[in-house]
């Protein structure tokens, strides 16, 4: 073994892999270069994690014990008479009794990540700027107290396509979203304004680099690596400062975001109304987009060099790349893990189950150098018993 080698799997990258059909592909030097690199920074390689101390066994979240049945809904397919040409969360708050009157103990949703509301052609739910927070596009508009009112004759044509018009859909809910806000910064009664500066108070600084990040993203016409240097890699004051000079911008994103969280509360909340027993059961990607807020946000945990894909097999001869960052699993476990734990929460608040994509890489990863081929790919290892740890924590948390 050389010391590229060595390095490599003290780093926790696999020699190679066997594809579908048995045969084995050890990994190349260039692809052991490139990884080594990306998950060590410079750093020296980590020790072994202890296991975890002579304690009683953590038994994730069980639910009642029984088998249940639930109702799998695309939430942007759902149709209504008075929805935007998306389906959005009073459409699922009018869904869930209907689904409990014939025995759904839930609803089971696709992501509900932030996307790019801006680049409405990127719409894969798989693919998100942040998992920590909301597409705004699922906001029931004309539901919020500030709403006047907007276009009926743009909801209709919207409503009347075969498929989603994610632009159209957009370009309407952004610009009503927008003018909602600024009543709401003139107009809002003084429990609203109360319960928005709550929320933001319990999101804290991830509120706040995303905001920022929205509004930046939105200033410079390039992906944040290119951004100038002050901007790159910004400390907490740094952006406390930037919000209060452009703090109409920011508080926007933070509205937005506050306003989808109280809907989907909502929803979870007339799910246990209904009498479901496990309610909203919600999907988490499996990675996120290099060029998103949460990329930028945690640069130390995701590793922006590579992407999540898979091996070949017999409907991909050629492997799959899907263009999405993972978690550095050394990273990952800085601060008794906090990047999951936070991943965790976001997911778990409203939801009574969630579904972990690919098993949210909790033991393994198949990562790809940047401008290498799929199959030129390797599986890197995780932290499995830790992860498994830290899920089973969280899930008895909420």
Same mark, same amino acid.
């Given at each position: 073994m050389n ?15 066997h594809?579908?059909f ?11 270069r490139?990884?080594?690199? #990306? +998950?060590?920074? =410079?750093?020296?390689?980590?020790? /072994?994690?202890? %296991?975890a ?5 953590? &038994?994730?979240?069980q639910?009642d014990?029984h088998q ?13 008479a008075?929805?935007?040409?998306v ?8 869904l869930?009794?209907?689904?409990a ?8 949703l ?6 790019f509301?801006?680049r ?6 798989y ?6 927070f909301?597409?705004?596009?699922y906001i ?16 209709? #044509? +919207?409503?009347? =396509?075969?498929l989603?018009?994610? /632009?159209?859909? %957009?370009k309407?809910?952004m610009?009503?979203? &927008? ?8 107009k809002?009664?003084?429990?609203r304004?109360?319960?928005f ?6 999101r804290?600084?991830a509120?706040l ?6 509004v930046?993203?939105?200033r ?7 951004w ?12 406390e ?5 452009n703090?109409?911008a920011?508080?926007f ?8 969280e109280?809907?989907l ?10 009498g479901?027993?496990i ?9 996120i ?12 945990a ?5 992407s ?7 409907f991909?001869p ?6 999405l960052?993972p ?8 601060d ?8 965790l929460?976001a997911?778990?608040r409203?939801?009574?189950a ?6 949210l890489?909790l033991?393994?990863v198949?990562?790809?150098p ?11 290892r ?7 740890r ?9």
């Amino acid at each position: 073994m050389n010391d590229l080698e060595e390095k490599a799997q003290r780093w926790g990258i696999e020699p190679g892999y066997h594809d579908v059909f048995g045969k084995w592909h050890p990994v190349d030097h260039g692809t052991l270069r490139v990884l080594v690199e #990306a +998950l060590s920074h =410079g750093r020296e390689a980590p020790q /072994p994690m202890p %296991a975890a101390p002579a304690v009683a066994p953590i &038994r994730a979240w069980q639910g009642d014990g029984h088998q249940h049945w639930l109702l799998a809904v695309q939430l942007y397919s759902l149709r209504s008479a008075r929805n935007w040409g998306v389906g959005d969360f009073t459409d699922l708050k009018t869904l869930i009794p209907v689904a409990a009157l014939h025995g759904a103990a839930g609803i089971g949703l696709n992501p509900l990540h932030a996307l790019f509301p801006d680049r409405p052609q990127q719409a894969s739910p798989y693919a998100p700027n942040s998992r920590l927070f909301l597409n705004p596009l699922y906001i029931d508009v004309a539901a919020i107290p500030e709403f006047g009112r907007s276009s009926k004759e743009k909801m209709a #044509a +919207l409503r009347g =396509g075969e498929l989603v018009d994610y /632009p159209g859909v %957009a370009k309407l809910k952004m610009d009503a979203l &927008r003018r909602v806000h600024e009543r709401f910064r003139d107009k809002a009664a003084p429990a609203r304004r109360a319960d928005f500066d709550a929320f933001r108070a319990e999101r804290g600084e991830a509120l706040l680099r995303f905001a920022c990040f929205e509004v930046l993203r939105q200033r410079h016409d390039k992906p944040w690596p290119e951004w100038p240097a002050p901007w790159r890699t910004p400390a907490r004051a740094d952006l406390e400062r930037f919000r209060a000079d452009n703090l109409a911008a920011c508080e926007f994103e933070e509205f937005v975001q506050w306003t989808g969280e109280r809907q989907l509360a909502e929803c979870q909340a007339a799910a246990k109304a209904n009498g479901m027993s496990i309610g909203l059961y919600i999907d988490v990607a499996v990675g996120i987009d290099p060029q998103g807020a949460d990329a930028w946000a945690q640069q130390d945990a995701v590793i922006a060099a590579v992407s999540v894909g898979a091996p070949p097999d017999e409907f991909n001869p050629g492997g799959q790349d899907w263009g999405l960052a993972p978690f550095n699993p050394s990273a990952v476990a800085a601060d008794d893990f906090a990047p999951m734990r936070q991943l965790l929460a976001a997911a778990m608040r409203h939801a009574g189950a969630i579904r972990l994509d690919h098993v949210l890489g909790l033991k393994r990863v198949f990562m790809i150098p940047h401008g290498m081929k799929s199959g030129d790919g390797v599986y890197v290892r995780f932290p499995f018993e830790q992860l498994l740890r830290v899920v089973a924590e969280e899930s008895v948390r909420f």
